[in-house]
């Protein structure tokens, strides 16, 4: 099955910096790429996904680069601020099948005032 | 207003007991999911369900059971042959272009 490695698992920066956070996984089959933001206590929110057919996808201050070769994908925050501090998955799944989400283990980002 | 439910978003129980989580969507998503967070993990599949009276094992279904009798509904119950079952428990729903969304999940503590 779908194995997704995450890195870093936490990741500490300051206000205005960009953060980066990679994802490999192992099934060539897959061809859909979320990244979810999770809040203490609440349940993970969608921010951006990516598909196969794509290498990037921008969407304000978030994109998504996707190197189908390498099989990895990364998530890239410019300008960050205090609102951005939480733990962001990486997931992978294919169109067919079960179709449900392999997850990684999760960046705890800290972005500090 | 749409979205996805779950209640209780807190439940206690007495080990040995099984204890029902529910999940409501009213998105008209025909698929939906349960995953189990532990703390400082990531998520892991129990169960899904593509389409009404149907389900399927996920990664880690043993001592859980579900149902989908309805579109809009799918329960978790989780049994005492559950060996750990303190978690947080996240639901999610999705239609056919892929993107899932989440509930705000319940957390279950067993004594």
């Known amino acids: 099955g779908e194995n997704v490695e995450q890195h870093p698992s936490t990741l500490s920066v300051q206000e205005g910096d960009s953060a980066v956070i990679k994802c490999t996984y192992s099934d060539s089959a897959s061809n859909y790429f979320p990244w979810y933001k999770q809040e203490l206590g609440k349940g993970p929110q969608l921010i951006i996904d990516i598909r196969s057919n794509v290498g990037e996808k921008k969407d304000q201050r978030i994109a998504v680069t996707l190197n189908k070769t390498a099989k990895h994908f990364s998530l890239h925050i410019t300008e960050t601020q205090p609102e951005d501090s939480a733990v962001y998955f990486c997931?992978?799944?294919?169109?067919?099948?079960?179709?449900?989400?392999?997850f990684g283990s999760g960046t705890r980002l800290q972005v500090q005032p | 207003d749409g979205g996805i439910t779950q209640s209780p978003k807190y439940l206690f129980r007495k080990e040995g007991q099984n204890v029902t989580l529910s999940c409501e969507q009213n998105?008209?998503?025909?698929?939906m999911y349960w995953y189990r967070q532990d703390p400082g993990q990531g998520l892991r599949l129990i169960y899904y369900s593509q389409i009404v009276n149907d389900f399927q094992k996920g990664d880690i279904a043993e001592g859980y059971s579900v149902s989908r009798e309805k579109k809009e509904s799918f329960p978790l119950t989780v049994t005492s042959a559950q060996k750990n079952p303190t978690a947080f428990y996240l639901c999610?729903?999705?239609?056919?272009?892929?993107?899932?969304?989440f509930g705000p999940g319940t957390r279950l503590t067993v004594t």
């Open positions: 999610a729903s999705s239609s056919l272009n892929y993107e899932q969304y």
């Open positions: 998105l008209n998503h025909d698929a």
């Open positions: 997931a992978a799944s294919t169109d067919t099948g079960r179709r449900a989400l392999t």
